[in-house]
């Protein structure tokens, strides 16, 4: 009892921060700051700022789901994967660590990161001695550290079912870039890796376990933008450009300059880059007018521009979290940006109420399709206020759900249902029956209006284009009605549309309704 009693007080004893240790602040953002140095060349940019006033609170607040996409290159995973860790890991408020990356070889990377920092930092062996240093013990795939917090790395996909330490769960799961180039092209990958996220990472902690979510938005379904639109979870996006120069005219007549060189020796590009740039001192306060951008002294707005300049695709991607490719889709970006776009609660004041439905289940379905529940309001300004139900669901829960979620509708916005749309010939194969079943069960009044399109859905789609221009849509910020408009963002090339569809039908029932023209 005595040895065990002793080996308590050595283990407390190690814990406690020593004499020379008061010398460093505990505090997670001066700590980083004081012992990773090397690291701080530009000031913070508001991803660190807004980092550094959200991490701290999660040692204090267990159970805490945290999912921020980020520029590439904003040093997310320097302050996160690497100084983060390794505050929570030495001062034990996270005893075990699990980081995952979307390959063995980027999670091994992370690893080596911290190994080096551990083993060769001098301010952090000075101020953590017997800690760090000598006594921890780094390899590929694990780092002890000498107050017995455990740091293990997975990839993507790995088997985590059931892995522990000892006893213990992981306390602190952080996911940083969990997919890579070719989940782009691959829908069947990306399904695959948010089923192993739902089924076995955010299974394998318990109620006090924190997960972090890291990356950048490579394609509109990827893994953390699903993410971000999930209840449960504290999100933000942040983009290099926050707010784009009022005079966008210059600037595109800037890109002529910039673009046009006269030959295509390097000299002749430099002589047209140093063009553009006069271009742009010429007009420097007029070109600069209106932006904002999140890292001012990392990449100023000249830098930005730039890659703006040579690949707008990219840049939307890598720089602003928007994958839509501006060159493939419909509508531009400025359609579903603006003060009013997103609702939460439901006006008063209802003048109709209508749904609509595409099963996905139809002859021209892809696979993977969603079935869509959408539904419409309007009120008596003109606007349409819109929520979307989006799921993968099979044909004997599409029915419940449904009446579900009318039911649901009616009580929210306190009317009854004017009308619910379907295609007609998805309708009477495969719904009709259950659908009328379900709602004589849930004692719902089912208005149901069948339209047999015979024009294309491509053609059918843009017909929303003048609402969209004339911000008449009000959308219903839930996980469901995100998607949908990331699907209206990125078509027609997204890889689904049923979104889009099914909103396409359910105002035009209500514009037939509206009028009295609607026929059953």
């Known amino acids: 009892m005595r040895l065990v009693r002793r080996a308590h007080r050595e283990m407390l004893a190690l814990r406690a921060p020593r004499r020379h240790e008061q010398t460093v602040p505990r505090d997670f953002p001066a700590w980083r700051l004081e012992l990773f140095v090397h690291y701080h060349t530009f000031p913070n940019s508001r991803v660190h700022d807004y980092l550094d006033a959200e991490l701290p609170k999660l040692n204090k607040q267990r159970g805490q789901r945290l999912c921020i996409l980020a520029p590439r290159g904003a040093a997310k995973s320097t302050q996160v994967t690497l100084e983060y860790v390794l505050h929570s890991a030495i001062m034990h408020a996270e005893p075990y660590i699990w980081i995952m990356s979307d390959t063995q070889p980027m999670t091994r990377q992370h690893l080596h990161n911290i190994g080096k920092e551990v083993q060769g930092n001098e301010k952090l062996i000075k101020a953590h001695t017997g800690i760090v240093g000598d006594t921890a013990r780094v390899t590929a795939d694990r780092i002890e550290l000498g107050n017995g917090s455990v740091i293990v790395g997975y990839s993507t996909g790995q088997n985590v079912r059931g892995q522990r330490e000892g006893v213990a769960r992981p306390s602190l799961i952080v996911l940083d870039d969990p997919e890579g180039e070719s989940d782009i092209i691959s829908p069947t990958r990306r399904d695959r890796n948010i089923n192993w996220l739902n089924d076995a990472v955010l299974k394998a902690g318990d109620e006090r376990t924190n997960t972090i ?46 673009l046009f060189a006269v030959g295509t020796s390097e000299q002749q590009k430099r002589e047209a880059m140093d063009r553009a740039r006069s271009f742009y001192d010429a007009h420097h306060d007029e070109m600069d007018f209106g932006h904002s951008v999140s890292w001012p002294e990392r990449y100023p707005l000249y830098d930005l521009m730039q890659e703006w300049a040579e690949n707008e695709r990219s840049f939307a991607q890598e720089r602003q979290n ?25 006006p008063e004041e209802m003048k109709l109420r209508c749904a609509s439905l595409d099963p996905s289940k139809g002859m021209d379905a892809k696979i993977g399709d969603y079935s869509a529940i959408v539904k419409l309001a309007r009120c008596g300004q003109g606007y349409w206020w819109v929520e979307a139900d989006m ?108 979104g889009p569809d099914a909103l396409e039908m359910v105002r035009r029932l209500a514009i037939e309704l509206w009028h009295g023209k609607a026929k059953r």
């Not at 928007?322 to 579903?336: C, R």
């Open 213 to 258: 979510v890291l990356g950048t938005a490579i394609c509109p379904d990827c893994l953390v933008l699903n993410v971000a639109g999930r209840a449960g979870w504290k999100s933000r996006i942040f983009r290099a450009i926050e707010e784009w120069p009022t005079n966008m005219e210059r600037w595109l007549e800037w890109r002529n300059v910039y």
């Open 322 to 346: 928007d994958p839509s490719n501006p060159e493939a889709t419909e509508w531009p970006a400025s359609f579903f940006d603006w003060d009013g776009f997103w609702f939460t609660d439901w």
């Open 391 to 498: 799921q993968r669901r099979p044909v004997t829960k599409i029915a419940r759900d449904t009446i579900i979620l009318l039911s649901g509708f009616e009580r929210e916005t306190n009317g009854r249902l004017d009308g619910f749309v379907v295609e007609s010939n998805q309708f009477q194969t495969l719904l009709k029956d259950p659908l009328v079943a379900e709602a004589e069960k849930q004692n719902l009044h089912l208005p149901i209006y069948e339209f047999n399109n015979l024009v294309h859905k491509d053609v059918r789609i843009r017909r929303l284009t003048s609402d969209l221009n004339r911000r008449l849509f009000r959308f219903r910020r839930t996980p469901g009605t995100m998607l949908l408009v990331e699907q209206m963002k990125a078509w027609p090339g997204s890889a689904h549309d049923d």
